[in-house]
């Protein structure tokens, strides 16, 4: 039957008797919308959403519009459950305060011309998880070849980080692991990864009983850059000797690089403006603020405007992490949409890190290595979500599990 919804009345009898758990298609309004939801086209909407039913957006819910500098005069928005979109994600769908009405997004592939939509004009690029990225095996690599990586991590109170990052880039195929800690902190290092990884190399730096790293380890870069990638970050701790370190360290580092937490909340804003293309950051967003001066809440409002404002910065590829993450190559933005509760758990960066310093090492460039590390990452997080909830999950569960997804990607 086709009901016509003339007034309030016959919205309001429309609404009541949809039945729970319905499948409701909206196909409202598109990209055309440009003004906020009245009358009974807001009143439709907002009964939907209260509604027990599943639902369903073609294109794009009713109430967001295609421009983001339109999205403060959203009053009302269909809130989806799952949303099909023609052709392209719409920028529109990724910001703080649209997103959560998206829920899983598909993309429908259409017959439009590619002229068309490569000068369509969004800056929204969705990473294809069946995007083919060959990783260089050979069975008779040694383990120098198969990927020499060395992190630079630990301090006497964040020793679980460096942990889980090398338990990452192990588990993700790395060859050869040297794993760079403070000389007082060895002995604790020593106890938490041999019985779980005896095949990492574990090398004290600096005086016997010293908990951080200072500036008078800087000569071990001369070592650090014999390897195919560094991880340098995870669990340094802030001592002002470590952040005349780090600083000292990353203006030397010559060879594909991950930096990741303390390293950068350390870096100093000359260090940051000098980093060169074989870098990449993995900043979640106060760590971005940090950096960069920009506010967190601005740059989730629309982080286009914010990475375009990194980039004229520096020349370090980054992934800003958060619900949904965004990672610049150049001048292309790519984002990963794969929203999970858990992925905000302390832990999860350091993997994140692990996995991108294998990729790295085993000779991927920036741009893939980030790419397959975040698609290892996300279906991870959806194998686990199925296993344990999406609120258990923890770090090492996503490491633990890493290579059954390289082996099947």
């Known amino acids: 039957d086709i009901n016509y919804l003339a007034n309030e009345e016959d919205v309001k009898a429309a609404s009541e008797n949809i039945e729970s758990k319905s499948i409701v298609l909206d196909s409202l309004f598109g ?148 794993l760079y800690v403070p000389n007082g902190i060895v002995k604790n290092i020593r106890n938490a990864v041999i019985p779980y990884m005896p095949e990492a190399v574990i090398i004290g730096v600096g005086e016997k009983n010293q908990k951080y790293f200072t500036e008078n380890d800087i000569e071990i870069v001369n070592e650090i850059n014999k390897s195919d990638a560094c991880i340098i970050g995870s669990g340094l701790g802030r001592n002002m000797s470590t952040e005349v370190f780090v ?11 991950v930096i990741d937490a303390d390293a950068l909340y350390l870096m100093f804003e000359s260090t940051f403006n000098e980093l060169n293309h074989n870098f990449v950051l993995t900043p979640h967003i106060y760590e971005f603020e940090k950096l960069t001066g920009i506010n967190h809440i601005k740059a989730l409002e629309n982080p286009y405007e914010a990475l375009f404002k990194y980039r004229q910065k520096t020349n370090a590829s980054i992934i800003l992490k958060d619900a949904v993450s965004f990672l610049m190559h150049n001048n292309d933005i790519y984002i990963n949409y794969n929203p999970k509760e858990s992925m905000g758990k302390a832990g999860m960066g350091d993997v994140l890190a692990g996995f991108i310093g294998t990729l790295l090492a085993r000779k991927l460039n920036i741009l893939e290595a980030s790419k397959l590390a975040l698609i290892i990452q996300s279906k991870s997080f959806n194998i686990l979500s199925k296993k344990f909830g999406n609120d258990y999950i923890q770090p090492k569960d996503l490491a633990n599990i890493s290579y059954k997804i390289l082996k099947r990607i």
């Open 31 to 178: 990209t055309g919308g440009n003004r906020p939801l009245e009358g009974i086209q807001k009143l439709l909407v907002d009964n939907l959403n209260k509604l027990d039913i599943i639902r369903i957006a073609i294109d794009m819910p009713s109430g967001l519009f295609s421009k983001i500098n339109d999205y403060d005069n959203i009053n009302t928005c269909f809130k989806a459950d799952e949303t099909y979109t023609v052709c392209f994600a719409k920028d529109i769908f990724f910001l703080y305060k649209t997103r959560e009405y998206i829920g899983k997004l598909f993309i429908i592939k259409s017959i439009f011309p590619n002229d068309i939509i490569d000068n369509w004009g969004y800056k929204a690029k969705l990473i294809d998880y069946n995007e083919k990225i060959n990783l260089n095996r050979n069975s008779f690599f040694s383990k120098r070849e198969q990927g020499m990586l060395a992190v630079i991590a630990g301090s006497d109170n964040y020793i679980g980080a460096a942990v889980l990052a090398v338990n990452a880039a192990y588990r993700l195929g790395a060859g050869y692991i040297r």
């Open 247 to 257: 600083n000292s360290i990353l203006k030397q580092i010559n060879i594909p690089a």
